[in-house]
Protein backbone atom coordinates (compact mmCIF):
# COMPACT_ATOMS: atom_id res chain seq x y z
CA UNK A 1 0.00 0.00 0.00
CA UNK A 2 1.08 3.31 -1.18
CA UNK A 3 1.25 6.55 1.31
CA UNK A 4 2.87 9.14 -0.86
CA UNK A 5 5.01 9.56 1.90
CA UNK A 6 8.02 10.69 -0.75
CA UNK A 7 5.70 12.70 -3.04
CA UNK A 8 8.26 15.31 -4.78
CA UNK A 9 11.50 13.96 -3.11
CA UNK A 10 14.31 12.94 -4.73
CA UNK A 11 16.95 11.10 -3.91
CA UNK A 12 20.27 8.41 -4.52
CA UNK A 13 20.02 4.72 -3.65
CA UNK A 14 23.50 3.42 -3.33
CA UNK A 15 24.26 -0.48 -3.46
CA UNK A 16 21.20 -2.75 -5.08
CA UNK A 17 22.63 -5.96 -6.52
CA UNK A 18 19.49 -7.90 -7.72
CA UNK A 19 16.21 -8.88 -6.23
CA UNK A 20 17.35 -9.79 -3.08
CA UNK A 21 19.39 -7.13 -1.49
CA UNK A 22 17.72 -4.29 0.41
CA UNK A 23 18.60 -1.37 -1.60
CA UNK A 24 16.70 -2.73 -4.42
CA UNK A 25 13.77 -3.16 -1.66
CA UNK A 26 14.45 0.39 -0.68
CA UNK A 27 14.36 1.68 -4.52
CA UNK A 28 11.02 -0.40 -5.13
CA UNK A 29 9.30 0.86 -1.97
CA UNK A 30 10.75 4.43 -2.71
CA UNK A 31 9.53 4.43 -5.97
CA UNK A 32 5.70 3.07 -4.40
CA UNK A 33 6.02 6.26 -2.19
CA UNK A 34 6.22 8.80 -4.94
CA UNK A 35 10.24 9.45 -4.98
CA UNK A 36 12.32 9.67 -7.75
CA UNK A 37 16.49 8.68 -7.78
CA UNK A 38 19.18 7.49 -9.38
CA UNK A 39 20.72 4.53 -8.51
CA UNK A 40 24.58 3.51 -7.92
CA UNK A 41 26.78 0.54 -7.66
CA UNK A 42 30.01 -0.72 -8.86
CA UNK A 43 30.70 -1.09 -12.44
CA UNK A 44 31.26 -5.07 -11.66
CA UNK A 45 27.86 -5.03 -9.50
CA UNK A 46 26.12 -3.48 -12.47
CA UNK A 47 27.50 -5.99 -14.77
CA UNK A 48 26.98 -9.15 -13.07
CA UNK A 49 23.56 -8.36 -11.83
CA UNK A 50 19.93 -7.30 -12.31
CA UNK A 51 20.42 -3.70 -11.76
CA UNK A 52 18.93 -2.42 -15.16
CA UNK A 53 15.94 -4.04 -14.95
CA UNK A 54 15.06 -2.36 -11.39
CA UNK A 55 16.22 1.38 -13.13
CA UNK A 56 13.84 0.32 -16.12
CA UNK A 57 10.77 -0.96 -13.38
CA UNK A 58 11.34 2.50 -11.36
CA UNK A 59 12.06 5.03 -14.27
CA UNK A 60 15.81 5.60 -12.33
CA UNK A 61 18.96 6.39 -14.20
CA UNK A 62 21.94 4.25 -12.95
CA UNK A 63 25.35 6.14 -12.15
CA UNK A 64 28.39 3.40 -11.83
CA UNK A 65 31.01 4.33 -9.18
CA UNK A 66 33.09 3.03 -7.02
CA UNK A 67 32.15 4.38 -3.61
CA UNK A 68 35.79 4.69 -2.54
CA UNK A 69 36.62 6.98 -5.02
CA UNK A 70 35.57 10.64 -4.45
CA UNK A 71 35.87 11.69 -7.84
CA UNK A 72 33.45 9.08 -9.22
CA UNK A 73 31.26 10.22 -5.96
CA UNK A 74 31.53 13.97 -7.00
CA UNK A 75 30.11 12.63 -10.57
CA UNK A 76 26.99 10.46 -9.07
CA UNK A 77 26.24 13.79 -6.76
CA UNK A 78 26.25 16.43 -9.72
CA UNK A 79 24.75 14.14 -12.11
CA UNK A 80 22.19 13.21 -9.55
CA UNK A 81 21.30 16.80 -8.86
CA UNK A 82 21.21 17.74 -13.33
CA UNK A 83 19.07 14.39 -13.53
CA UNK A 84 16.54 14.79 -10.97
CA UNK A 85 16.26 18.63 -11.57
CA UNK A 86 17.59 20.01 -8.08
CA UNK A 87 18.96 19.02 -4.67
CA UNK A 88 18.07 15.71 -3.05
CA UNK A 89 16.30 15.05 -0.15
CA UNK A 90 17.74 11.27 0.98
CA UNK A 91 20.34 8.83 0.40
CA UNK A 92 21.25 5.04 1.26
CA UNK A 93 24.39 4.31 2.13
CA UNK A 94 23.69 0.15 1.60
CA UNK A 95 27.54 -1.60 0.86
CA UNK A 96 29.79 -4.01 2.60
CA UNK A 97 32.19 -6.29 2.06
CA UNK A 98 35.21 -8.01 3.50
CA UNK A 99 37.40 -10.30 2.11
CA UNK A 100 38.66 -11.50 5.27
CA UNK A 101 35.13 -13.31 5.56
CA UNK A 102 35.04 -14.23 2.03
CA UNK A 103 38.75 -16.10 2.38
CA UNK A 104 37.59 -17.29 6.02
CA UNK A 105 40.36 -15.22 7.76
CA UNK A 106 40.05 -15.15 11.82
CA UNK A 107 39.56 -12.17 13.54
CA UNK A 108 43.23 -12.58 15.32
CA UNK A 109 44.83 -13.54 12.06
CA UNK A 110 43.55 -10.68 9.66
CA UNK A 111 45.28 -9.88 6.27
CA UNK A 112 45.64 -6.20 6.58
CA UNK A 113 45.26 -5.34 2.92
CA UNK A 114 42.06 -6.99 2.92
CA UNK A 115 41.13 -4.83 6.24
CA UNK A 116 42.13 -1.88 5.05
CA UNK A 117 39.68 -2.44 1.97
CA UNK A 118 36.81 -3.52 4.29
CA UNK A 119 37.03 -0.40 6.15
CA UNK A 120 36.92 1.60 3.12
CA UNK A 121 34.43 0.17 1.47
CA UNK A 122 32.09 -0.18 4.52
CA UNK A 123 32.81 2.78 6.16
CA UNK A 124 34.86 5.23 4.79
CA UNK A 125 33.28 5.41 1.57
CA UNK A 126 29.71 6.63 3.69
CA UNK A 127 32.27 9.47 5.24
CA UNK A 128 33.32 10.04 1.76
CA UNK A 129 29.70 10.31 0.79
CA UNK A 130 28.58 12.76 3.44
CA UNK A 131 31.52 15.05 2.73
CA UNK A 132 31.17 15.00 -0.97
CA UNK A 133 27.29 15.97 -0.78
CA UNK A 134 28.45 18.83 2.02
CA UNK A 135 30.91 20.44 0.10
CA UNK A 136 28.68 20.45 -3.02
CA UNK A 137 25.79 21.67 -1.09
CA UNK A 138 23.73 18.23 -2.77
CA UNK A 139 20.94 18.01 0.01
CA UNK A 140 18.11 20.14 0.73
CA UNK A 141 17.27 21.03 4.61
CA UNK A 142 15.61 18.44 6.08
CA UNK A 143 16.84 15.90 3.99
CA UNK A 144 17.61 12.39 5.46
CA UNK A 145 20.83 9.84 5.18
CA UNK A 146 20.16 6.42 6.04
CA UNK A 147 23.25 3.61 6.32
CA UNK A 148 22.78 -0.03 7.18
CA UNK A 149 24.24 -1.50 10.12
CA UNK A 150 24.39 -4.56 12.49
CA UNK A 151 24.85 -5.21 15.55
CA UNK A 152 28.09 -6.58 15.38
CA UNK A 153 29.15 -3.03 16.13
CA UNK A 154 27.93 -3.56 19.69
CA UNK A 155 28.10 -7.56 20.57
CA UNK A 156 30.83 -9.58 18.99
CA UNK A 157 29.58 -12.44 16.98
CA UNK A 158 31.09 -15.65 15.29
CA UNK A 159 32.72 -15.24 12.12
CA UNK A 160 31.67 -11.25 11.62
CA UNK A 161 35.23 -10.21 12.13
CA UNK A 162 36.80 -7.39 10.74
CA UNK A 163 32.88 -6.26 9.24
CA UNK A 164 32.04 -5.32 13.27
CA UNK A 165 34.97 -2.84 13.06
CA UNK A 166 33.73 -1.55 10.37
CA UNK A 167 30.28 -1.38 11.51
CA UNK A 168 30.99 0.52 14.38
CA UNK A 169 32.92 2.84 12.35
CA UNK A 170 29.73 3.34 10.35
CA UNK A 171 27.58 4.67 12.62
CA UNK A 172 30.65 7.11 14.63
CA UNK A 173 30.39 8.60 11.24
CA UNK A 174 26.35 8.76 11.53
CA UNK A 175 26.96 10.44 14.82
CA UNK A 176 29.44 12.51 14.11
CA UNK A 177 28.38 14.11 10.63
CA UNK A 178 24.80 13.67 11.98
CA UNK A 179 25.65 16.78 14.12
CA UNK A 180 27.51 19.30 11.80
CA UNK A 181 24.74 18.22 8.95
CA UNK A 182 22.30 18.87 11.51
CA UNK A 183 23.90 21.77 13.01
CA UNK A 184 24.43 23.50 10.10
CA UNK A 185 21.55 22.05 7.14
CA UNK A 186 19.73 20.30 9.23
CA UNK A 187 19.96 17.02 7.36
CA UNK A 188 19.27 14.04 9.41
CA UNK A 189 22.09 10.96 9.90
CA UNK A 190 20.89 7.54 10.93
CA UNK A 191 21.96 4.23 10.70
CA UNK A 192 19.69 0.96 10.75
CA UNK A 193 20.93 -2.22 13.18
CA UNK A 194 18.62 -4.61 10.89
CA UNK A 195 18.39 -8.47 11.57
CA UNK A 196 20.84 -10.68 9.56
CA UNK A 197 19.38 -11.20 6.00
CA UNK A 198 19.66 -13.85 3.77
CA UNK A 199 20.66 -11.43 0.19
CA UNK A 200 22.64 -12.29 -2.48
CA UNK A 201 26.37 -11.15 -0.38
CA UNK A 202 25.57 -12.99 2.65
CA UNK A 203 24.66 -16.23 0.93
CA UNK A 204 28.29 -16.19 0.42
CA UNK A 205 29.14 -15.94 4.54
CA UNK A 206 29.77 -19.37 5.89
CA UNK A 207 27.43 -20.32 8.61
CA UNK A 208 24.65 -17.31 8.10
CA UNK A 209 21.76 -19.91 7.58
CA UNK A 210 22.64 -20.80 11.36
CA UNK A 211 22.83 -17.32 12.71
CA UNK A 212 19.69 -16.99 11.18
CA UNK A 213 17.97 -19.61 12.82
CA UNK A 214 19.45 -18.82 16.16
CA UNK A 215 18.27 -14.59 15.86
CA UNK A 216 14.55 -15.64 14.80
CA UNK A 217 14.49 -18.25 17.98
CA UNK A 218 16.14 -14.99 19.91
CA UNK A 219 13.97 -12.32 18.50
CA UNK A 220 10.37 -11.82 20.36
CA UNK A 221 8.84 -10.60 17.09
CA UNK A 222 11.09 -12.71 14.83
CA UNK A 223 13.94 -11.54 12.24
CA UNK A 224 13.26 -8.54 10.31
CA UNK A 225 13.14 -9.03 6.48
CA UNK A 226 14.40 -6.56 3.77
CA UNK A 227 10.72 -5.78 3.00
CA UNK A 228 10.44 -4.06 6.35
CA UNK A 229 13.69 -2.71 6.46
CA UNK A 230 12.52 -1.01 3.21
CA UNK A 231 9.35 0.00 4.89
CA UNK A 232 11.71 1.22 7.82
CA UNK A 233 14.19 3.48 5.51
CA UNK A 234 10.89 4.82 4.19
CA UNK A 235 9.62 6.26 7.22
CA UNK A 236 12.79 8.05 8.41
CA UNK A 237 13.32 9.03 4.60
CA UNK A 238 9.87 10.82 5.22
CA UNK A 239 9.02 13.91 6.77
CA UNK A 240 6.75 11.95 9.75
CA UNK A 241 10.73 11.50 11.25
CA UNK A 242 12.38 15.09 10.99
CA UNK A 243 14.00 15.47 14.49
CA UNK A 244 15.72 11.79 14.88
CA UNK A 245 19.25 12.19 13.38
CA UNK A 246 22.11 10.73 14.80
CA UNK A 247 20.57 7.11 15.70
CA UNK A 248 21.72 3.79 15.14
CA UNK A 249 18.11 2.17 15.22
CA UNK A 250 17.84 -1.53 15.87
CA UNK A 251 15.09 -2.99 13.38
CA UNK A 252 15.74 -6.73 14.44
CA UNK A 253 12.53 -8.23 16.30
CA UNK A 254 13.93 -7.35 19.80
CA UNK A 255 17.00 -9.32 19.48
CA UNK A 256 19.24 -6.28 20.65
CA UNK A 257 17.92 -6.09 23.99
CA UNK A 258 17.38 -10.40 23.96
CA UNK A 259 19.66 -12.50 26.53
CA UNK A 260 18.28 -15.58 26.30
CA UNK A 261 14.63 -16.52 24.78
CA UNK A 262 12.66 -19.93 25.68
CA UNK A 263 13.20 -21.17 22.12
CA UNK A 264 16.35 -20.67 21.94
CA UNK A 265 17.34 -22.09 26.03
CA UNK A 266 14.92 -25.18 24.29
CA UNK A 267 17.44 -26.08 21.93
CA UNK A 268 20.33 -25.61 24.06
CA UNK A 269 19.27 -28.04 26.28
CA UNK A 270 18.27 -30.32 24.21
CA UNK A 271 21.98 -30.44 22.48
CA UNK A 272 23.40 -31.18 26.30
CA UNK A 273 23.94 -34.79 27.77
CA UNK A 274 22.78 -33.30 30.72
CA UNK A 275 20.07 -35.03 32.85
CA UNK A 276 19.91 -31.78 34.91
CA UNK A 277 19.06 -29.39 32.13
CA UNK A 278 15.30 -29.70 32.29
CA UNK A 279 13.82 -28.36 29.09
CA UNK A 280 11.21 -26.29 29.94
CA UNK A 281 7.45 -27.12 28.89
CA UNK A 282 6.38 -23.69 28.44
CA UNK A 283 7.76 -19.92 28.20
CA UNK A 284 8.05 -18.52 31.44
CA UNK A 285 6.03 -16.10 32.22
CA UNK A 286 7.85 -13.12 33.99
Known amino acids: MSYNLLKGKRGIIFGPLDEKSIAWKVAERAWEEGAEFTISNTPTAIRFGTVKELAEKTGSVILPADATNVKELENVFQSSMEILGGKIDFMLHSIGMSMNVRKGRRYDDLDYNYFVKTMDISAISFHKMLQVARKLDAFNEWGSVVALSYVAAQRTLFRYNDMADAKAALE ?115
Request: one cysteine or more; a negative charge; hydrophobic letters at 30%.
Open 172 to 286: SIARSFGYIYGRDRKIRVNTISQSPTLTTAGSGVKGIDNLIDFTERMSPLGNATADECADYCITLFSDLTRKVTMQNLYHDGGFSNMGMSFSAMAVYNRSLDCPDCIEPEEPWDD
